[in-house]
């Protein structure tokens, strides 16, 4: 028997939950270059909370356990917006117990809410399983868009330019 899951928007009482989740995902993804727990308390506290991100948890009995990190863009298609996601993790040892999808599904729920004809979001390369899992989903590859980044120092660089030499 599965226990039920419960999905909500995460606020600022869910900043403790939120360090565990983000801690955990970010040590997932970099290994011993994740940040310590403490500033990633402070990065939730400080800049995810009050930024306009919104995020999504999954609970059970009350653990968080899963979350998805999305915002609505606009313009989107037509005069609706477009809901983005941005990450979507699940605790390992919740994986393959349907809280990916219910996360998405969630997500799917707030764009058809708030107006978006649009759910969208990237993939790593690097990361077969997730690609292989949007794939199952039924989520369409979008082939025909490039994605682009400015990021470390060339990030600082641009910031610098004078935008009238441009």
Known sequence: MTLPLNIRLAGKDDAVALTELFHTMFAHYWGADAPSRPDVARHI???VLPSGCEIVIAER???AIGLATFAVLYPGPGLGGQLTMKDLFVLDHARDAGVGRALLTHLARIAVERGCLRLDWTGE???PRALAYYDALGATRVTEKVYFR????ALKDWAERDASKS
Do not use: F, P
């Open 45 to 47: 506290s400080c800049d």
């Open 61 to 63: 009995e009350g653990q």
């Open 125 to 127: 390369t690097s990361n």
């Open 150 to 153: 400015v990021d470390g120092d």
